[in-house]
């Protein structure tokens, strides 16, 4: 077995961090990378993370039902923020505004997506993460061109920040927060292999980029058996990330 961490293990990682220390919550993975992530957020640092099956069960780290999540509960979860989602994004600005409902205009747009979906309710209830993949400047846009999920400027123009939390963004190419004086994003590490410049040319804003950008965590020895023997023996997670 290749000793060296991929570019998709070092994904799995910072999605897996997303879910550190938030205590007994419904872990709510969009993806596979950050499913990945999710069990071994679980099997290691993070015991008490809930996993569903994506429908109406509450899993064990083996699949083995363990209780019964039907949409009333799930949604009470929701909006009682005992719930941490990872979602993607067809369109994310620097305020973290995602968009995942359509391309172009809204009354005649190029591209229908999925639609809003719960995204609102999502944003100003419980911590949203968001995982890219593909990470361009047609996805980190200087303006989305409808917003799905809220970001920090337009929650604050609400009045709604109580509950408005976005943890992190992981790409491909690296992991983003929102810790700046106005909320906007930032480079928060790179994965290995990447430099500011990929990045800055990839991004279709000024990203905020401190002085001194450190690495995304290397997965320790026992991390990468868990996500290679027991997670994900088929090795499904490269084919989410290519290098």
Same mark, same amino acid.
Request: proline share 7%; charged share 25%.
């Given at each position: 077995m290749?000793? %060296?961490?991929?570019?998709? +293990?070092?994904?799995?990682?910072a999605?897996?961090?997303?879910? *550190? ?17 999710a069990?071994?957020?679980? *099997? ?10 994506? +429908? ?6 083996? !699949?083995?039902?363990? !209780? ?8 009470a ?10 979602m ?6 620097r ?11 809204? %009354? /005649?747009?190029?591209?229908?997506l999925l639609?809003? /979906? ?18 361009s400047? *047609? ?8 917003v799905?999920?809220? !970001?920090? =400027?337009r929650? +604050? ?16 190419? !690296?992991?983003?927060?929102? %810790?700046t ?10 994965h ?24 995304? *965590? ?13 997670? =994900? ?11």
């Amino acid at each position: 077995m290749n000793s %060296e961490p991929t570019r998709a +293990e070092y994904c799995v990682i910072a999605c897996a961090e997303a879910w *550190r220390g938030d205590g007994e919550v419904l872990a709510s993975p969009m993806g596979l990378v950050p499913s990945v992530g999710a069990r071994l957020a679980k *099997r290691t640092f993070s015991p008490d993370l809930l996993l569903t099956d994506g +429908e109406a069960m509450l899993v064990g780290l083996d !699949g083995t039902v363990e !209780g019964w999540l039907p949409y009333r509960r799930h949604l009470a979860m929701v909006t009682g923020g005992r719930r941490h989602v990872m979602m993607g994004a067809s369109q994310i600005d620097r305020f973290g505004n995602q968009n995942i409902s359509c391309i172009g205009d809204w %009354e /005649r747009p190029a591209r229908q997506l999925l639609g809003v /979906r719960g995204a609102p309710v999502n944003t100003l209830n419980n911590p949203v993460s968001y995982w890219i993949p593909r990470h361009s400047a *047609r996805v980190f846009v200087e303006r989305v061109d409808m917003v799905s999920g809220v !970001g920090h =400027d337009r929650a +604050e123009a609400a009045g709604v920040t109580r509950f408005h939390r976005l943890p992190r963004v992981v790409s491909d190419l !690296g992991v983003f927060d929102f %810790e700046t004086p106005d909320r906007s994003m930032r480079l928060a590490s790179l994965h290995p292999g990447v430099t500011v410049e990929q990045v800055r040319d990839s991004t279709g804003f000024a990203l905020e980029v401190p002085g001194d950008v450190p690495y995304t *965590r290397e997965p320790g020895a026992e991390e990468l058996r868990l996500i290679r023997e027991v997670i =994900d023996p088929a090795g499904l997670r490269e084919r989410e990330v290519r290098v």
